[in-house]
T-cell receptor, first 118, second 113 residues
Framework: AAGVIQSPRHLIKEKRETATLKCYPI?????VYWYQQGPGQDPQFLIS???????DKGSIPDRFSAQQFSDYHSELNMSSLELGDSALYFC?????????????????FGQGTRLTVV | DQQVKQNSPSLSVQEGRISILNCDYT??????FLWYKKYPAEGPTFLIS?????DKNEDGRFTVFLNKSAKHLSLHIVPSQPGDSAVYFC????????????FGSGTRLLVRP
């Protein structure tokens, strides 16, 4: 079965550069979530989108922005990169953020993008 | 201020025995709980979930127990298998309109053959 696809898998950037991470959700999933996992830390929620609209916002820096496109894929744009942005960035998708008790709307994660800022 | 806590960073059990992973939470608004398993260099994989209206959910070798009064949940794996060796994350969410998952710090399970 198709899973959540993230690209690239690995990315090396220099300080103050920009980076764009892409996420392709499971087909028919309309909700996308972004998480950041720093070294030795638990995953931290950044932002989510439902039907191309931002549905929730977590600890996402102002230097980061994200959007969900008409085909439901999402991009996380990161500018003025800092060393502390080095982390694993996970995208997850689910179906229907609102009726999760009726539907099996557990979030399924991609394999992540490892961003290294040097 | 961690809202979801996994106080045991690691656990080692013998193959065939029961593995019990624990998770505590502080936010009484949490009403949906999930366990994810994570292998190195892979994204978390959904294992099992439980709604706050239940106190137990079972799926094969995996059972999750929820004690709302104690704000505690646990994942039981029986019998444990070497392939279960991974990092297990507890996660929680609150409210019908949000699927923001709050993760614990994870417990690394090692199942010894």
């Amino acid at each position: 079965a198709a899973g959540v696809i993230q690209s690239p898998r690995h990315l090396i950037k220099e300080k103050r550069e920009t980076a764009t991470l892409k996420c392709y959700p499971i087909p028919r999933h309309d909700t996308v979530y972004w998480y950041q996992q720093g070294p030795g830390q638990d995953p931290q929620f950044l932002i989510s989108f439902y039907e191309k609209m931002q549905s929730d916002k977590g600890s996402i820096p102002d230097r980061f922005s994200a959007q969900q496109f008409s085909d439901y894929h999402s991009e996380l744009n990161m500018s003025s990169l800092e060393l502390g942005d080095s982390a694993l960035y996970f995208c997850a998708s689910s179906l229907g953020a609102r009726n999760r008790r009726d539907l099996n709307t557990e979030a399924f994660f991609g394999q992540g993008t490892r961003l290294t800022v040097v | 201020d961690q809202q979801v806590k996994q106080n045991s960073p690691s656990l080692s059990v013998q193959e065939g025995r029961i593995s019990i992973l624990n998770c505590d939470y502080t936010n009484s608004m949490f009403d949906y709980f999930l366990w994810y398993k994570k292998y190195p260099a892979e994204g978390p994989t959904f294992l099992i979930s439980i709604s706050s209206i239940k106190d137990k959910n079972e799926d094969g070798r995996f059972t999750v127990f929820l004690n709302k009064s104690a704000k505690h949940l646990s994942l039981h794996i029986v019998p444990s298998q070497p392939g279960d060796s991974a990092v297990y994350f507890c996660a929680a969410s609150a409210g019908d309109s949000s699927y923001k998952l709050i993760f614990g710090s994870g417990t690394r399970l090692l199942v010894r053959p």
